[in-house]
């Protein structure tokens, strides 16, 4: 971010053109959005963000724990000091959008794209945003602590506080009640939960501890997949390679989907348990995950861990069953409105592309296959869903937007490359080095761009 003075002086910059546009007697759609540009720089600079990401330094941070809370009345809610600023930046957005012309949405939305894009790279050094410290400040503990300490946890507070990020240690409940595993009423949930568990080691015994000759030909063909894909699991990290933990993934994915015969087991659904095993294992397990030994905890707490995977495993799915069946058509009718948002946001990424021959499909259907496991840092992937398990039945269209932002982290170099190598690196995109900033940047800006098309859907329709 820039320095001080800069800001200064930017704010001045600022001031002096809304001074010269109030005197001017013509609003034009430029106008209009070049304010909507300024509004939204000065948010990402740090004052406030749609979308509930807070980008701040840690020296800014204020206490919130006595703001009033808004009412919560609409479906993706901000967060709460936020909920103002960001209403009126949608009305701003919806005004800027608002054009005459098709062509000149695009433009505006291109420009846009561009001037954020800008904003994230003036970032430098000792003065880089500490946006990690968003899910852990004290005063968003404390908000965590007061709706789970309810006799009912009231869920759409739950999920507005989480979006942003969950505290590791609240994460395992936060996410049971948000996948609706758990009850929301305190009275009913240690019953729930043990029965739910018990069930699993019945439908274990059942279904797994049986031998092969009990087992159609499909079952040991699908037992046998999963046994060849679990060894291949989030390869990088060397708790996965543990012969106990691959068990473990092979009891779960072969019991779902023996459960589920409408899509049986699908290559991708194993990278769907590894989020929730590593958060469920957190609650008996300290330290960093590359020094977890499973053999460490008796058997008991290991099948407590696996049916909470399968519980919430089953839960996430319900909410995109046609992701999973025959031909895949939910991931085949994602990738299409990707590709379709990706032209409105940004058409030369989205021409040039096109003009080497590389379809969405291609590159995009393993992300939603697998939802971004494999193209990021695994420490990152419960921070991303959080945000994920937030937006409850409304992931699905919500992916898109992630997806597209994502995408066009890397809209310069896109256009740069043939089709081989657009190829090679969308196989391997360069993000081993990603923290906390990258990935928050990346939900900012979708969350940013859907509040903008959902004011103007016509914006996304095709034609």
Same mark, same amino acid.
């Given at each position: 971010?820039?320095?001080?003075?800069?800001?200064?002086?930017?704010?001045?910059?600022?001031?002096?053109?809304?001074?010269?546009?109030?005197? +001017?007697?013509?609003?034009?759609?430029?106008?209009?959005?070049?304010?909507?540009?300024?509004?939204?720089?000065?948010?990402?600079?740090? !004052?406030?963000?749609?979308? =509930?990401?807070?980008?701040?330094?840690?020296?800014?941070?204020?206490?919130? +724990?006595?703001?009033?809370?808004?009412?919560?009345?609409?479906? !993706?809610?901000?967060?709460?000091?936020?909920?103002?600023?960001?209403?009126?930046?949608?009305?701003?957005?919806?005004?800027?959008?608002?054009?005459?012309?098709?062509?000149?949405?695009?433009?505006?939305?291109? =420009?846009? =794209?561009?001037?954020?894009?800008?904003?994230?790279?003036?970032?430098?050094?000792?003065?880089?945003?500490?946006?990690?410290?968003?899910?852990?400040?004290?005063?968003?503990?404390?908000?965590?602590?007061?709706?789970?300490?309810?006799?009912?946890?009231?869920?759409?507070?739950?999920?507005?506080?989480?979006?942003?990020?969950?505290?590791?240690?609240?994460?395992?409940?936060?996410?049971?009640?948000?996948?609706?595993?758990?009850? +929301?009423?305190?009275?009913?949930?240690?019953?729930?939960?043990?029965? =739910?568990?018990?069930?699993?080691?019945?439908?274990?015994?059942?279904?797994?501890?049986?031998?092969?000759?009990? !087992?159609?030909?499909?079952?040991?063909?699908?037992?046998?997949?999963?046994?060849?894909?679990?060894?291949?699991?989030?390869?990088?990290?060397?708790?996965?390679?543990?012969?106990?933990?691959?068990?473990?993934?092979?009891?779960?994915?072969?019991?779902?989907?023996?459960?589920?015969?409408?899509?049986?087991?699908?290559?991708?659904?194993?990278?769907?348990?590894?989020?929730?095993?590593?958060?469920?294992?957190?609650?008996?397990?300290?330290?960093?995950?590359?020094?977890?030994?499973?053999?460490?905890?008796?058997?008991?707490?290991?099948?407590?861990?696996?049916?909470?995977?399968?519980?919430?495993?089953?839960?996430?799915?319900?909410?995109?069953?046609?992701?999973?069946?025959?031909?895949?058509?939910?991931?085949?009718?994602?990738?299409?409105?990707?590709?379709?948002?990706?032209?409105?946001?940004?058409?030369?990424?989205?021409?040039?592309?096109?003009?080497?021959?590389?379809?969405?499909?291609?590159?995009?259907?393993?992300?939603?296959?697998?939802?971004?496991?494999?193209?990021?840092?695994?420490?990152?992937?419960?921070?991303?869903?959080?945000?994920?398990?937030?937006?409850?039945?409304?992931?699905?269209?919500?992916?898109?937007?992630?997806?597209? +932002?994502?995408?066009?982290?890397?809209?310069?170099?896109?256009?740069?490359?043939?089709?081989?190598?657009?190829?090679?690196?969308?196989?391997?995109?360069?993000?081993?080095?990603?923290?906390?900033?990258?990935?928050?940047?990346?939900?900012?800006?979708?969350?940013?761009?859907?509040?903008?098309?959902?004011?103007?859907?016509?914006?996304?329709?095709?034609?």
């Amino acid at each position: 971010m820039r320095n001080n003075s800069n800001d200064n002086k930017s704010n001045q910059s600022s001031g002096g053109e809304d001074h010269h546009s109030q005197e +001017s007697s013509i609003s034009t759609p430029e106008s209009r959005f070049n304010q909507t540009l300024r509004n939204v720089q000065g948010l990402l600079k740090g !004052r406030s963000m749609p979308g =509930k990401v807070l980008l701040t330094r840690r020296s800014e941070l204020v206490d919130q +724990s006595n703001t009033q809370e808004p009412a919560l009345n609409y479906a !993706r809610s901000f967060s709460y000091n936020d909920a103002e600023t960001s209403v009126s930046i949608s009305k701003a957005m919806e005004e800027a959008f608002e054009s005459p012309s098709e062509p000149n949405a695009n433009e505006s939305v291109n =420009k846009l =794209k561009i001037s954020t894009s800008n904003v994230e790279n003036t970032s430098e050094g000792p003065q880089k945003s500490v946006i990690g410290a968003r899910a852990t400040d004290s005063a968003r503990v404390m908000k965590f602590t007061k709706v789970l300490s309810g006799t009912t946890v009231i869920l759409e507070k739950l999920r507005e506080l989480a979006w942003s990020g969950i505290p590791p240690y609240m994460r395992p409940d936060v996410w049971r009640l948000l996948l609706g595993y758990a009850p +929301s009423n305190s009275d009913r949930r240690e019953g729930v939960l043990r029965r =739910k568990r018990l069930e699993y080691l019945d439908c274990v015994s059942q279904y797994y501890d049986i031998p092969d000759t009990e !087992r159609s030909d499909d079952e040991i063909n699908m037992l046998r997949q999963i046994s060849v894909d679990c060894p291949r699991t989030v390869p990088d990290v060397s708790f996965f390679q543990q012969e106990q933990v691959q068990k473990s993934l092979e009891r779960i994915l072969y019991t779902w989907a023996i459960r589920h015969p409408a899509s049986g087991y699908v290559q991708g659904i194993n990278d769907l348990v590894t989020p929730f095993l590593v958060v469920f294992l957190s609650e008996y397990l300290d330290g960093s995950v590359d020094s977890w030994s499973i053999s460490d905890l008796p058997s008991d707490q290991i099948s407590t861990v696996e049916a909470d995977c399968y519980w919430c495993l089953s839960k996430l799915l319900d909410g995109m069953q046609d992701h999973y069946t025959f031909a895949q058509p939910g991931i085949q009718r994602l990738v299409f409105k990707l590709k379709e948002l990706v032209r409105r946001i940004d058409e030369p990424v989205s021409r040039h592309v096109e003009e080497q021959g590389l379809e969405f499909l291609q590159f995009a259907f393993r992300w939603f296959n697998c939802l971004l496991i494999r193209e990021i840092p695994f420490q990152l992937i419960s921070r991303l869903w959080d945000t994920y398990l937030a937006e409850g039945d409304a992931l699905p269209d919500f992916l898109v937007y992630i997806f597209a +932002s994502f995408l066009l982290t890397w809209s310069e170099e896109l256009k740069k490359l043939d089709f081989q190598e657009l190829v090679m690196f969308l196989q391997h995109l360069p993000t081993h080095n990603w923290t906390d900033q990258e990935l928050e940047m990346v939900l900012s800006r979708a969350f940013m761009w859907h509040s903008m098309f959902n004011s103007s859907p016509r914006h996304l329709a095709t034609g």
